[in-house]
Nanobody
Framework: QVQLVESGGGLVQAGGSLRLSCTAV????????MAWFRQAPGKEREFVAA????????DYADSVKDRFAISRDNVKNTVDLQMNSLKPEDTAIYYC???????????????????WGQGTQVTVSS
């Protein structure tokens, strides 16, 4: 059984920062690649960032590169998303996802991920 719980969403002005956190209830957290996806109103869910099992490899969507940073703590079973220089177009529900995978790469496709959290709302005002 895998459970993912996101926290840290909220309302922020454009240019501000937020830090999202995902706590994973997983027997062996290091057996999983982790990722963040988001879904804006009226749009499909899209990839944001991913990190492989040991944190050595990261991948980002072009739209967030150089503004967002993904990290994980394999002791606390958490994966965080630090979001800086936020824009109104970053407004979305942000989802944490997990995939049982110990490769060197960070999977970026939605269909690669087996487990999902409930999501946390991020709203960026202009």
């Amino acid at each position: 059984q895998v459970q993912l719980v996101e926290s840290g969403g909220g309302l922020v002005q454009a240019g501000g920062s937020l830090r999202l956190s995902c706590t994973a209830v997983i027997r062996t957290f290091t057996g999983y690649a982790m990722a963040w996806f988001r879904q804006a109103p009226g749009k499909e869910r899209e990839f944001v960032a991913a990190i492989n099992w040991n944190g050595a490899n990261h991948d980002y969507a072009d739209s967030v590169k150089d503004r967002f940073a993904i990290s994980r703590d394999n002791v606390k079973n958490t994966v965080d998303l630090q979001m800086n220089s936020l824009k109104p177009e970053d407004t979305a529900i942000y989802y944490c996802a997990a995939r049982f995978y110990v490769g060197t790469t960070s999977p970026v496709r939605e269909r690669d991920y087996q487990y999902w959290g409930q999501g946390t709302q991020v709203t960026v005002s202009s």
